[in-house]
């Protein structure tokens, strides 16, 4: 088998594998009470947080890209109706980020986000990070458990719209694909 028929490189699967690596790195290191405490104590628990979150979405928008770039094997016919499951279930997963008390629910998103785009992603590569997101989210809620309670209040409501509608909007311009049913 010649070489060039896999593409191994930055380019294929090597750039996935990479980006998944730099993920799930950044999350296990910084886990570890030892790491965490150093970097708390050094750089304060605000800034932890914020470098923290602007670090994971980086990584989490390069993972995406390098799914989308990765070869394309088809794994199953995702149909129609799976972008309606997609924009019924993105709302919900929403509303449980903004609304839940603590980061249990910014992980119960994550988990309702992964498992309705792996259902509408029916290629190897995207089953792998949804699947794989899905699989992660639902150990954090594991680790965390289901939000306790929930602040409803018109802030948060107004929250929720503006970063529905903003993913509505933007998802063809920063990820390339509508969401919207065809």
């Known amino acids: 088998m010649a070489a060039s028929r896999y593409r191994w490189g930055m380019d294929g699967w090597g750039e996935y594998l ?4 730099a993920f799930l790195g950044a999350h296990v ?3 570890m009470p030892r790491i965490r405490a150093r970097l708390v104590a050094h750089l304060g628990r605000r800034a932890y947080l914020a470098g923290f979150s602007l670090l994971s979405l980086g990584l989490l928008y390069w993972l995406i890209l390098a799914a989308g770039r990765a070869p394309y094997v088809a794994l199953w016919e995702a149909g129609g109706w799976s972008r309606w499951l997609v924009n ?4 919900l997963a929403i509303l449980s980020g903004v609304m ?5 629910g910014l992980v119960l998103a994550f988990a ?7 259902v509408a992603n029916g290629d190897l590569a995207h089953a792998g990070f949804f699947g794989g997101m899905l699989v992660f989210a639902l150990l954090g809620l ?3 458990g289901l939000p306790a309670g929930f602040r409803v209040t018109l802030p948060r409501l107004v929250l929720a719209v503006l970063i529905w509608a903003a993913l509505l909007h933007l998802h063809p311009l920063v990820i390339g ?4 049913p065809v």
């Open 142 to 144: 594991l680790r965390s």
């Open 100 to 104: 839940a008390a603590g980061l249990s």
């Open 18 to 21: 990479a980006a998944w690596a």
């Open 177 to 180: 694909v509508s969401p919207l």
């Open 29 to 31: 290191i910084p886990a």
């Open 88 to 91: 019924l279930a993105m709302p």
């Open 112 to 118: 309702i986000w992964a498992g309705a785009h792996l």
